[in-house]
């Protein structure tokens, strides 16, 4: 599985963007997603995550105002960015953690998007 993010940009604060992740292969489907971001100094965090099963999870941070989903004929996770704040200025990465066939999973990154929300 490759990943190839896209949709950021410059925002104003109160501004939406939405962010998508394109998955080469055949085992998208099967695939648990998640984004994560990076700020300047900080350590990557989770930021949201869909199941193969499209069980959602976010962090506190953004619930209510980012929405992930994904399109499986599409190979695509997306994710909604509502009511950006300044806080959210970061690198956004896209992972994947992929099943085997030997009941194992392993994680595949994305090679992230720039997202900055100015005041």
């Known amino acids: 599985v490759q990943l190839q993010a896209s949709g950021g940009g410059l925002v104003q604060a109160g501004g939406s963007l939405r962010l998508s992740c394109v998955a080469s292969g055949s085992s998208f489907r099967a695939s648990d997603m998640g984004w994560y971001r990076q700020a300047p100094g900080k350590e990557r965090e989770l930021v949201a995550t869909?199941?193969?099963?499209?069980?959602?999870t976010y962090a506190p941070s953004v619930k209510g105002r980012f929405t992930v989903s994904r399109d499986n004929a599409k190979n695509t996770v997306y994710l909604e960015m509502n009511s950006l704040k300044p806080e959210d200025t970061a690198v956004y990465y896209c992972?994947?953690?992929?099943?085997?066939?030997?009941?194992?999973?392993?994680?595949?990154w994305g090679q992230g998007t720039q997202v900055t929300v100015s005041s």
């Open positions: 992972n994947a953690n992929v099943p085997t066939a030997w009941g194992t999973t392993y994680h595949r």
């Open positions: 869909i199941s193969s099963g499209r069980i959602t």
